[in-house]
């Protein structure tokens, strides 16, 4: 299996442009989620989905689109990118109990200029 | 925020001794986990602790969990060079994992 992978790995924005990380798990894992990275924050979440055609917002959801069509793939859409989006961008997935571990991407370190 | 806390935000101990690192949390939780983070890479699941346990061991790594005080704490013992990382608590609602700040180890050989 090879988890959870993140495309791409580097990315440099301007002000204003859109884009689209793709995040893919090859688990079966009904629960996926982005994470973003920001130095002194920890990791704060973005959006999730509990499974295929379900997408739920989390704690700093404004500025970002996801969709869920299918059990694997979990892309996390950048509308109109600002420096303020500057991050490494993490996204994980586990199984359906919340007893599980996430398992996690290596992540994709976004510069907004 | 659901976030926790993490104390020390660093801690630099010599290779054999055990590092101890603290988490508070404010909200009611499923469990709790702890991840590993080497630099400049993704996440590493270490241990995960229910609500109604108060101690879990997995190889050098001990936590335990007082929902009480709605804190937990990790030790590593017998550090090693190869420890070196930060290290995460988070919290497990009802779907959703929130993630502490960190606690930065460096291990000196």
Redesign the interface.
């Known amino acids: 299996n090879a988890g959870?992978t993140q495309t791409p790995k580097f990315q440099v924005l301007k002000t204003g442009q859109s884009m689209t990380l793709q995040c893919a798990q090859d688990m079966n894992h009904e629960?996926m989620?982005w994470?973003r990275q920001d130095p002194?924050?920890?990791?704060?979440?973005i959006h999730?989905s509990?499974g295929a055609g379900i997408t739920?917002q989390?704690?700093v959801p404004n500025g970002y689109n996801v969709s869920r069509s299918t059990t694997e793939d979990f892309p996390l859409r950048l509308l109109s990118a600002a420096p303020s989006q500057t991050s490494v961008y993490?996204c994980?997935s586990r199984g359906g109990s919340?007893?599980y571990?996430?398992?996690?991407?290596?992540?994709t370190r976004l510069t907004v200029t | 925020s659901q976030q926790g806390e993490e104390d020390p935000q660093a801690l630099s101990i010599q290779e054999g001794e055990n590092a101890t690192m603290n988490c508070s949390y404010k909200t009611s939780i499923n469990n709790l986990q702890w991840y590993r983070q080497n630099s400049g890479r993704g996440l590493v699941h270490l241990i995960l602790i229910r609500s109604n346990e108060r101690e879990k061991h997995s190889g050098r790594l001990r936590v335990t969990l007082d929902t009480s005080k709605k804190s937990s704490s990790l030790l590593i013992t017998a550090s090693r060079a190869a420890d070196t990382a930060s290290y995460f608590c988070a919290t497990q609602g009802a779907n959703n994992l929130f993630f502490g700040t960190g606690t930065r180890l460096t291990v000196i050989p």
């Not at chain 1, 571990?101 to 992540?107: I, L, R, S």
């Open positions: 959870v629960y989620s994470y002194g924050m920890g990791l704060r979440l999730y509990v739920d989390g704690e993490f994980a919340v007893y571990e996430q398992y996690f991407g290596p992540g």
